[in-house]
């Protein structure tokens, strides 16, 4: 079992920044996927971000491409999403999830999810 814990959330002001972090337990990251999803009130749950932890590559959907930034720590077995330029559409609920060893943006190919964390962008 993999347990994921999310932190970093808070609010913050259009055009400003915040750095979700992701930790895992109970197994490392090493092999796998990593994604960040995010689900606005009301909303389907959006895939937002993933990293290969072999190869270190990213990838990003295109409503974050330039303002968001994910990086990983091997030896905290630790995940980080940089979110710049942020604006008020990104409000949402941010879940960092794991599971996949090949790449994909569709979220029921992830098998651990942490509780999410909240990020609100006021305008």
């Known amino acids: 079992q993999v347990q994921l814990v999310e932190s970093g959330g808070g609010l913050v002001q259009a055009g400003g920044s915040l750095r979700l972090s992701c930790a895992a337990s109970?197994?490392?990251?090493?092999?796998?996927?990593v994604g960040w999803f995010r689900q606005a009130p009301g909303k389907e749950r959006k895939f937002v971000a993933a990293?290969?932890?072999?190869?270190?590559?990213?990838y990003y959907a295109d409503s974050v491409k330039g303002r968001f930034t994910f990086s990983r720590d091997n030896a905290k077995n630790t995940v980080y999403l940089q979110m710049n330029s942020l604006k008020p559409e990104d409000t949402a609920v941010y879940y960092c999830?794991?599971?996949?060893?090949?790449?994909?943006?569709?979220?029921?190919?992830?098998?651990?999810w942490g509780q999410g964390t909240q990020v609100t962008v006021s305008s």
């Open positions: 109970g197994r490392t990251f090493s092999g796998y996927l």
């Open positions: 999830a794991t599971g996949p060893r090949v790449v994909t943006t569709e979220g029921y190919q992830y098998d651990y």
């Open positions: 990293i290969s932890w072999s190869g270190g590559s990213t």
